[in-house]
């Protein structure tokens, strides 16, 4: 584990908790106390960091760009610490691995290393099939949801609502903490085949940290602003959304909660009307993504320069 990267990762893996862990909640903010739903967030993100995060070892590392160095793994942890702070700042939520993968290519070629492509198409063919995967599963899930729901009386429910919500936020947080923040930390161990746990569980509480003190912002663009869906949709495409990120962790897939939630809303309300969509705002986050990507695909590469001359190979 290198100091200056980790000091880099963490704080990247804070201002991505900031971003991100409140849309682990998408759909729940008013059915319950956000105290108890934030804690399963935050529980769900560490426990899946801690015990599956090394699975992501070899999806840019060892992956993407094998043969990976001190500057490459700066240079975008520096990139997207910058791209992720000011969007935070404007509380449009982000996504940290579409432009880890796309800034990698760039950065890789620069440095004169291999690029290997494979993994690169298997990363953006899980982008455009990951979205109707969810649709389907999500009618699927929503359908068994509604039937169940519907043979109790209505005080059973409200007495089981809220553990469920409890149990969904906290299986998605689960796969969020494995997928990106496993994704996070093998930009710090580099090479080395050894899983650092103490590495790992430093990101997820740092993750944490910016969850509690900083995700109100971002949730409530996509939760209030951007797309409404009733908390029953909301529990069947979370759980939809769990079972694909934890599936592609299974593969060293990146995958960005922000991109599956918007999307599969998207295909939702296309389909079934189940939500109420801002097409303003969400093109404005379409573009807020595409933004990002090219200015960390050009921050990235020029800031091996300043890697470089402090020394870093």
Request: aromatic share 8%; glycine share 8%.
């Amino acid at each position: 584990m290198y100091i200056p990267l980790t000091l880099l990762a963490t704080l990247l893996a804070f201002i991505f908790g900031a971003n991100n862990i409140g849309l682990t909640n998408y759909g729940f903010t008013s059915a319950g106390p956000r105290r108890r739903i934030l804690f399963a967030s935050c529980s769900g993100l560490l426990l899946g960091a801690a015990l599956e995060g090394y699975k992501m070892e070899r999806s840019i590392v060892n992956g993407i760009v094998p043969g990976f160095s001190l500057s490459v793994s700066g240079s975008l942890l520096l990139a997207n610490l910058i791209i992720m702070a000011a969007a935070t700042h404007l509380k449009m939520p982000v996504s940290m691995t579409m432009m880890l993968v796309l800034s990698a290519i760039p950065v890789g070629l620069a440095s004169g290393l291999h690029v290997d492509w494979n993994p690169v198409a298997l990363n953006v063919l899980s982008w455009i099939v990951s979205p109707i995967l969810i649709l389907l599963s999500t009618l699927i899930i929503y359908r068994l949801l509604g039937s169940f729901l519907r043979r109790l009386s209505l005080l059973r429910v409200t007495q089981i609502r809220l553990p469920m919500i409890s149990a969904t936020t906290l299986v998605i947080s689960y796969a969020l903490g494995a997928n990106n923040i496993g994704l996070l930390h093998s930009l710090i161990i580099l090479n080395n085949s050894t899983h650092d746990l103490s590495a790992a569980i430093l990101l997820g509480l740092a993750a944490v940290s910016g969850g509690i003190l900083y995700s109100r912002g971002t949730s409530e663009t996509l939760g209030y602003r951007i797309v409404s869906i009733s908390p029953n949709a909301a529990m069947a495409m979370q759980l939809s959304i769990a079972a694909v990120i934890w599936i592609l962790t299974q593969v060293s897939i990146p995958i960005s909660l922000t991109q599956l939630l918007v999307s599969g809303a998207i295909f939702i309300h296309s389909t079934r009307r189940w939500a109420v969509i801002d097409t303003r705002l969400v093109k404005r986050l379409i573009l807020s993504w595409i933004f990002g990507s090219a200015a960390s695909a050009v921050i990235a590469p020029a800031s091996i320069i300043l890697f470089a001359w402090a020394g870093w190979v």
